[in-house]
């Protein structure tokens, strides 16, 4: 009601997505109040001959999954849980076989974006020699993408038989996932020009003409904290300029949260670590088996989990990362 809130516009929509955030709450525990009511009147019905109790059995069964969705959802409590999030992917050791696998893993979460309602865009692409990516970012945007995500940051390992290997054997395969909040208005992050070192170049991929005549993609190296970032998504130079500035504000947000999860809590820090070493799931193909070895939480549809079915990992990490 305030006629000078648009005044700041930055303001306002910081505001206006605090309070879409709010009423969204609001919302599901009017949905379940009222699922609680009818309830109530229908036992009071069924005592005089109907519904039956298959009927209220079903209706009952249905308000416990709406009440334990909300209570699922209320883990992700840390200001950062409710953002978007970045997404990369990084071809470990071994060739096509590893390229493949990244590529595997990129389609994955591609789909499991889609499925869940996130507008997911890939802001940069590195190809593989023979096939698959080297190395490839996601941006899923959408309401606690991050909070959902934020589990599959680690070393994630393939075990097949691979279609490269001419003898038909078993290989094994790796590849690194990190994932970072996508800053937005809600939260400030300051950079100093001065510490920004930018470089342009050719974008790769899709994009005719256009790719292979202008330098429309850049790279900015962070000097005080040697974190680089590249983006490629956009025709225009400047628009990937913007959008660097903001992958790399995410990505020194995420460095100061790892900083205070650490002072905080050392157990916790080695949880949210990406040690090359320490595989946190296994997608074991041939025996039909993908694994998480933090929470122990098994699917035996491997096709499906690669066909971005991962909700089950992702609800099992956040509940036993809560206790």
Not at 79 to 95: F, H, R, T, V, W
């Amino acid at each position: 009601m305030d006629p000078n809130l648009w005044d700041d516009p930055k303001k306002a929509e910081v505001l206006l997505k605090e309070l879409k955030l709010h009423k969204k709450w609001v919302a599901k525990y009017d949905g379940i109040k009222e699922k609680i009511d009818e309830l109530a009147v229908l036992e009071e019905f069924r005592q005089m001959g109907e519904p039956t109790e298959d009927e209220i059995a079903t209706k009952y069964q249905l308000t416990v999954e709406e009440i334990e969705d909300v209570e699922f959802t209320s883990t992700m409590n840390k200001p950062e849980d409710a953002l978007s999030c970045i997404l990369e992917i990084n071809a470990g050791a071994g060739g096509t076989e590893a390229c493949d696998w990244a590529e595997m893993l990129y389609r994955m979460y591609l789909m499991y974006g889609e499925k869940a309602g996130y507008k997911v865009r890939e802001l940069t692409r590195v190809d593989g020699d023979v096939a698959g990516v080297k190395s490839v970012e996601l941006e899923l945007e959408g309401e606690y993408a991050y909070g959902m995500l934020k589990s599959e940051n680690g070393v994630h390992r393939l075990v097949r038989v691979s279609p490269y290997n001419s003898q038909g054997k078993r290989m094994t395969s790796f590849a690194s996932v990190f994932v970072h909040p996508s800053i937005d208005d809600t939260i400030e992050i300051e950079v100093n020009p001065a510490d920004l070192d930018w470089d342009t170049f050719r974008a790769s991929g899709a994009g005719g003409q256009h790719v292979n005549k202008t330098e429309s993609a850049v790279r900015v190296r962070h000097l005080p904290s040697g974190i680089v970032v590249e983006c490629q998504e956009e025709r225009s130079q400047h628009m990937n300029r913007e959008k660097a500035i903001q992958m790399l504000k995410s990505r020194l947000y995420q460095k100061e949260l790892e900083r205070q999860y650490a002072e905080r809590d050392k157990v916790e820090a080695g949880k949210m670590k990406n040690e090359w070493g320490s595989q946190i799931r296994s997608y074991v193909l041939d025996d039909r088996r993908v694994k998480d070895h933090r929470t122990k939480f098994e699917d035996r549809n491997t096709d499906a989990v690669l066909g971005g079915n991962i909700e089950g990992f992702l609800k099992a990490f956040l509940m036993w990362d809560g206790k």
